[in-house]
């Protein structure tokens, strides 16, 4: 299969976003991002990689959101980027690497608020994955071999700094509908039967676009 299309994926902890994101991109023959956008960031911007994990996808205050988009919006020079603090220059270096990775063709872009920095392509899908608690709760228990309290406590800890992350940086809420184009729960179609999805409806969107008049082809 091929698609020039790139998909964004938020997900809660332990709902399988990355795993999903692994089978799409496979199956697409493209690359997928994660925590490889740190990495990428990194290095285009000079920062140390520890710092970027440090920050990665952890709330920051509004009035520090308000200056960084600020910044963003109008441009910023040299010696205004020397100057910023750490937190900025994380931010925008990371929302850089974002859009140079998008540039470069189709991908998978897992989490770090990918579809808000792409709102202005084309061609972008943007999904959420959720999972119901009790199964998020035993793939975490399993994973990290902890007892099903510690792994709840781990899973909503997670979901909340992911949350306080996301909002705080778009002007859309994490995890609402409203918010993503395709919204799917992992528990009800599994891991396999969720990125197959995912991929069907790529290809339908894909098919529509270029011909609205053609009946849809079932892949």
């Known amino acids: 299969m ?4 790139i998909i964004t994926i938020g997900r809660q902890f332990a709902s399988g976003g990355r795993d999903i994101g692994e ?27 520890e ?7 952890k709330p920051t205050n509004s009035f520090l959101y308000s200056l960084v988009m600020d910044t963003y919006s109008m441009g910023y020079t040299g010696s ?25 063709g189709p991908c998978v872009l897992v989490g770090r608020c990918a579809d808000y920095a792409l709102e202005n392509y084309d061609n972008v899908v943007s999904v959420f994955i959720h999972a119901d608690l009790n199964s998020r709760i035993r793939r975490v228990a399993n994973h990290y071999e902890l007892p099903d309290n510690k792994a709840k406590d ?4 997670t979901d909340k700094k992911r949350a306080s992350y996301y909002n705080y940086y778009t002007n859309k809420r994490w995890g609402d509908a409203e918010s993503y184009e395709l919204c799917l729960n ?26 609205p008049e053609h009946k849809f082809k079932i892949f």
Do not use: W
């Open 154 to 157: 781990m899973i909503i800890k």
């Open 80 to 104: 205004t980027y020397t100057d910023m603090p750490i937190n900025h220059k994380v931010f925008l270096a990371q929302f850089d690497a974002i859009k140079k990775i998008a540039d470069e």
């Open 186 to 211: 992992s528990s009800q179609l599994g891991i396999e039967g969720t990125a197959k999805m995912i991929e069907q409806y790529v290809l339908m969107k894909e098919q529509f676009q270029n011909d």
């Open 2 to 5: 091929k698609t020039n299309t």
């Open 23 to 49: 089978i799409i991109a496979k199956d697409f023959g493209i690359k997928i991002y994660d925590k490889e956008m740190l990495s990428r960031a990194a290095k285009e911007s000079g920062i140390c990689e």
């Open 51 to 57: 710092i970027f994990e440090t920050h990665d996808e």
